[in-house]
T-cell receptor, first 115, second 112 residues
Framework: GAVVSQHPSRVICKSGTSVKIECRSL??????MFWYRQFPKQSLMLMAT?????????EQGVEKDKFLINHASLTLSTLTVTSAHPEDSSFYIC???????????FGPGTRLTVL | SQQGEEDPQALSIQEGENATMNCSYK?????LQWYRQNSGRGLVHLIL?????REKHSGRLRVTLDTSKKSSSLLITASRAADTASYFC????????????FGTGTRLQVTL
């Protein structure tokens, strides 16, 4: 089956620093990847759609300058949380769309804790 | 918010019993999917049902879809302790370029 990885799985950082999270499709190419955020005991909320070779499309209320997305290759998208603050602490999950079957495959998630 | 609603929010049953979770959504859809998430982990895809389908089975899972009522249900038969997890429905709305909108989730606890 299609496998998506995320790195790192956990990160703890100080307030004001920037954190980069990688999302990779390991055995397929993905022109479209998605980034979600999940707060404790809540559902997943879509943050942005990452398109290979073009700018990401952000959902309403998501600051594009704070959450930088780069999709430079067909197997890698990165999410950088800039100047992180404690309220950015969350579980960040990516997915990659396998166009052939129009299905998304999810990464294992990255837990970000900002002190 | 376009987020779907799921009920119940939490469900506690004994091993061997059936568990039914319901999902309601707001827009026209291409398909509806169900996912499982163990605490603090990623999502596991369970089943996809297309808008022109009414029922689908996969092992101990049975999913129904009623597009006229914009609702779906997930039935887990003969539940096991290992089924303990949160379950989410997600809709792929028409005209949204495959974006998924997740429901609020049901936390299922299966006790021995």
């Amino acid at each position: 089956g299609a496998v998506v990885s995320q790195h790192p799985s956990r990160v703890i950082c100080k307030s004001g620093t920037s954190v980069k999270i990688e999302c990779r499709s390991l055995d397929f190419q993905a022109t479209t990847m998605f980034w979600y955020r999940q707060f404790p005991k809540q559902s997943l909320m879509l943050m942005a759609t990452s398109n290979e070779g073009s700018k990401a499309t952000y959902e309403q209320g998501v600051e594009k300058d704070k959450f930088l997305i780069n999709h430079a290759s067909l197997t890698l998208s990165t999410l950088t949380v800039t100047s992180a603050h404690p309220e950015d602490s969350s579980f960040y999950i990516c997915s990659a769309r396998l166009a052939r079957i129009n299905e998304q495959f999810f990464g294992p998630g990255t837990r970000l804790t900002v002190l | 918010s376009q987020q779907g609603e799921e009920d119940p929010q939490a469900l506690s049953i004994q091993e061997g019993e059936n568990a039914t979770m319901n999902c309601s959504y707001k827009t026209s859809i291409n398909n509806l999917q169900w996912y499982r998430q163990n605490s603090g982990r990623g999502l596991v895809h369970l089943i996809l049902i297309r808008s022109n389908e009414r029922e689908k089975h996969s092992g101990r899972l049975r999913v129904t879809l009623d597009t006229s009522k914009k609702s779906s249900s997930l039935l887990i038969t003969a539940s096991r302790a290992a089924d303990t997890a949160s379950y989410f429905c997600a809709t792929d709305a028409t005209g949204t370029a495959s974006k998924l909108t997740f429901g609020t989730g049901t936390r299922l606890q299966v006790t021995l």
